[in-house]
């Protein structure tokens, strides 16, 4: 396996601070690009049952599959998972977009991972799709890859709101709640 060899390309107003980005890298000898993307909008609150409501509010979005956090060991720094190669492709994917378009996470943090719908029957999707992911990859193995992927230090977060949904897109939204 080879290291990761990563260019990007940006399509965005880098005055706004909004828009897409494209990260282009290879990830296990294939090729891979990822859509990021950065808007403001509101927080689905009630979604969390929570009795805030703003507007406004920055959120960085990740067009790909949600990667749980791998249990690493020291023989990782040279043995190359697959399982670790895809945590470290995932987390250069967020720092790089955090970068680009200057997203800088706060301290409260609204996550919400839409995990992507297995082939079912257009009707049996729609029964499921938004409703809760009670499967494997676990809630707070997605939360530790992504907080780790945010910050350098994760200890500076004191408030954080996470969820796990189907969706027939997989993606993740990153909410700045501050």
């Known amino acids: 396996m080879e290291s990761l060899q990563m260019e ?3 399509s965005t107003d880098s ?6 980005y494209t990260f282009r890298g290879s990830l ?27 507007d406004n509010l920055a959120c960085l979005t990740i067009w790909d599959k949600p990667i749980p956090k791998p249990r690493e060991t020291q023989r990782d720094r040279w043995a190359k998972r ?13 720092r790089s977009a955090m970068e680009h378009f200057g997203f800088v996470p706060s301290e409260e943090l609204g ?5 992507k719908m297995p082939k079912l029957s257009k009707i049996k999707q729609a029964e ?17 890859a992504t907080l780790d992927a945010l910050y350098a230090e994760d200890a500076v977060v004191y408030l954080k709101t996470a969820l796990k949904i189907w969706s027939l897109e997989p993606r ?3 909410w700045n709640l501050k």
């Open 128 to 144: 499921r799709i938004h409703k809760p992911h009670q499967v494997r990859p676990d809630l707070d193995n997605l939360e530790k």
């Open 15 to 20: 005055k706004l601070k909004t828009g897409i």
């Open 172 to 174: 993740i939204e990153i």
């Open 82 to 94: 697959p399982c670790v190669l895809r945590f470290r492709f995932f987390r250069d994917i967020v």
């Open 28 to 54: 296990l000898n294939e090729p891979k690009e990822i859509r990021t993307t950065v808007h403001w909008g509101t927080f689905p609150f009630h979604t969390f049952h929570l009795r805030r409501e703003f």
């Open 8 to 10: 990007s390309s940006e």
């Open 111 to 115: 996550l919400v991972f839409y995990m």
